[in-house]
């Protein structure tokens, strides 16, 4: 377990969090003990390496093949129906 001055964070909370520390939607204290964890872990560095190198693929592939207008139409009514705010 690697301890900051205020949170206290498990191999096992880092990476359940992995992938809301990736699209930086955590609390900045939240932020800052990840990534102090992952500077000193590793044991969970090579996941978060792993989970950053598939949404950097997915986002390079995302803006060479965008979807066709489609099927992002029909994704996003479904995520309005789903009540999502889009």
């Known amino acids: 377990m690697y301890l900051t001055e205020t949170v206290a964070m498990d191999c096992y909370d880092v990476v359940r969090q992995l992938w809301d520390f990736l699209d ?3 609390t900045d204290e939240s932020m800052d ?3 102090a964890h992952l500077a000193q872990c590793r044991q969970c560095y090579p996941q978060f390496d792993f989970e950053r190198t598939f949404l ?3 986002a390079a592939t995302r803006r060479e093949h ?3 207008n489609m099927v992002r139409r029909k ?3 479904k995520l309005r129906t789903a009540g999502l705010d889009v």
């Open 24 to 26: 930086g939607e955590l």
């Open 33 to 35: 003990a990840i990534r």
């Open 75 to 77: 994704v996003l009514a």
């Open 56 to 58: 950097d693929a997915l």
């Open 66 to 68: 965008p979807a066709p």
